[in-house]
């Protein structure tokens, strides 16, 4: 029976097996390391920059053919046939154009009449006020003074009236002491011309200079007493009104990885994609409701659909070894080295499916866009290839303008950012995500 004295030492034994150790390594060492190692996959960054030109270029110029396809359309009144009622309302017309068949000629006798009789303003019937509203149902977020102006301006038409200095025509037989060279009549008369709206002026403004005047015709209705009245038209509700909007965001995505903490393993070198490789291109879609709040606020809702992709390369080394590297130091030390070290590359691909609430506020309008920020989230989850909870905070700033009378073109640079973190497949990294893009829309 052999003695603890007797066994020969571990290291004598070691070193008697390793005499005869070839340094140097078998043909196909190399071939048998890399087999299993995928190989790694090259980006042609011109051709990725060729896509993103191409894609650029293809976006300005569809956008500039449909808003040279779709101008922008002024808002016009709907075409209201006038009602005799209305007709008969209207002041007379001047006494050089031609008389209507049903009102006869006058003779300049006629015209006079008591200057006791107080002068009616002539107002528009009911039927016309309604009739200068447009029918569109449709809202938009441009400022309202200057849209209305227009609206006034396009669908309110009166008949100028006569100038005052051609109904102002005595006859000597009937003011025998008029005089038509006099100073006072210049006065007048210049006075008359200087006054922009023709209510003030009245037959006690013209006798208090101490003039006997005839009694003038009545004057068309201000363009003021106009306006007031269509202020108060309930026309006003249509901002009211909710539309309808679809949207597709093309996006690069971004993460931040923290790997997990594993007594077992042990990950290291996380490379990512490059900045604009193809692994980060993403989509988004929405389509949901849009409500007007107020003058400068609107909420909109609705459903959220992304897609995000990732891929990232890193070292994976666990305890167990596999295998053991032997490095020489000097003669009596032997350097003994895990060989469990293996690059790792994964790509995968996220499905997103959740809510999304913003809150729109109006900056103000140009002469063809309206400019506006948003700011929101979206509420919901991972359906592929994990299942978890999450959520994103979402913000942009968008111009918009009109292709047609009831549709919308919106272009909104977005970012997002994730609150959630997501794991991979293996659990071995948590990856948060943010993402950057462009988002094309059309509201109705």
Known sequence: MNTPEDEQAWDDLFRQRLEHYEAEPAADALGRILAGTPKPVRINRRRVAGRVAVSLLLLIGMSWWALNRW?????QPAAVKTSPVG????????SGSASSPTTPERSPSSTLVNPDQSVAVNKPSVREREATFPTNNTFSYRSPGKSRQARVAGSVR???????RGRIRPTDATYPDWDDSSTDLVNVLTEVASVAEPAPLTIGRLQHLGLRLPQMAPPAAPISAQQTHLATSPAVSRRRRSSVYASVMALYSYRRISPNTNDEVYIRQIQSSRTFSSDRIGSRIQIGKEWRLSQRIGLRAGLTYGQLRTS?????????????????VNDQTVRLTPMADRPVAVAGRYHYVGLNTDLIVSLGSGQLWSHYLTAGATVGGYVAPVRRQGAFLQASYGIERPLTSDLWLRIEPSVQYGLNAVSDRRNLC???????????????
Do not use: C, H
């Open 71 to 75: 101008p922008m359309l002024p808002e």
């Open 87 to 94: 007709t008969a309302r209207k002041s007379t017309l001047p």
């Open 158 to 164: 009166y008949r100028q009236p006569a100038t005052y």
């Open 312 to 328: 990232m390369r890193y070292r994976l080394r666990t305890l167990p070894t596999d295998s053991t590297q032997v490095n020489w």
């Open 430 to 444: 948590k990856i948060r995500p943010y993402t950057y893009g462009l988002t094309i829309s059309f509201r109705k």
